[in-house]
């Protein structure tokens, strides 16, 4: 099965600074990557999804991620930060059987 | 914007009760799925539903849980008898199609399950 590892459960970011937040997948198959957003006490929000077409996806809010299959990597950037963007990510692969297989989290914490 | 949408928001309930969470997927969406995020855990599929038939479940989608589409628009998890670890968000998911593409899973706003 598919699956993927968030690497740090928590980062910290002060505001304007570059966030970075990393994501390592394991496929047997070409995978399609998704991040998605939660904001305390909601639900999920997709930020962006890689489907092959392009190694750099951008999403919302300024959110953009880069696929490299050399580095089995999908990671979440933003070049500057924002009081806002404080959530809970969640990188996440497309099953084989087509469900969705959740990393563990990094909850991102921006200081003023 | 269409979008999924969950009742109850919030559930309490004794521990050996039955709880009915009830989801209506986007309207023209075919797969469904169930999802739940234990407090502090990772999200964790449950189940997926296509054709008015479960297509794939997981180790924790056991026999004291059920699914169904009762009509053209509802999608609900039952749970029979309710246990302490069964206290979590549930998330409620849809998606058009599959097959041939990374089609977005557009996802509700959750039940927030609480057992006592």
């Known amino acids: 099965a598919q699956s993927v590892t968030q690497l740090g459960s928590h980062v910290s970011v002060s505001e304007g600074a570059l966030v970075l937040l990393r994501c390592n997948y394991s496929s047997s198959v070409p995978p399609y990557l998704f991040w998605y957003v939660q904001y305390p006490n909601q639900g999920l929000q997709l930020l962006l999804k890689y489907t092959s077409a392009a190694t750099l996806v951008k999403g919302i809010n300024g959110f953009e991620a880069e696929f490299k299959k050399s580095e089995t990597s999908f990671h979440l950037t933003k070049p500057s930060a924002h009081m806002s963007d404080a959530a809970e990510y969640f990188c996440a692969v497309r099953n084989i059987n087509n469900d969705m297989r959740f990393g563990a989290g990094t909850r991102l914490t921006v200081k003023p | 914007e269409p979008e999924v949408t969950q009742t109850p928001s919030h559930q309490v309930t004794q521990m050996g009760q039955e709880v009915i969470l009830r989801c209506v997927p986007i309207s023209n969406h075919l797969y469904f799925y169930w999802y739940r995020q234990i407090l502090g855990q990772k999200v964790e599929f449950l189940v997926s539903?296509?054709?008015?038939?479960?297509?794939?479940k997981s180790e924790i989608f056991d026999d004291q849980f059920s699914v169904e589409r009762p009509d053209g628009s509802n999608f609900t998890l039952k749970i029979r008898s309710t246990k302490l670890e069964d206290s979590a968000m549930y998330f409620c998911?849809?998606?058009?199609?599959?097959?041939?593409?990374?089609?977005?899973?557009?996802f509700g706003p959750g039940t927030r399950l609480t057992v006592l």
């Open positions: 539903f296509y054709n008015n038939e479960i297509s794939e």
């Open positions: 998911a849809s998606t058009l199609r599959t097959s041939g593409g990374a089609d977005e899973q557009f």
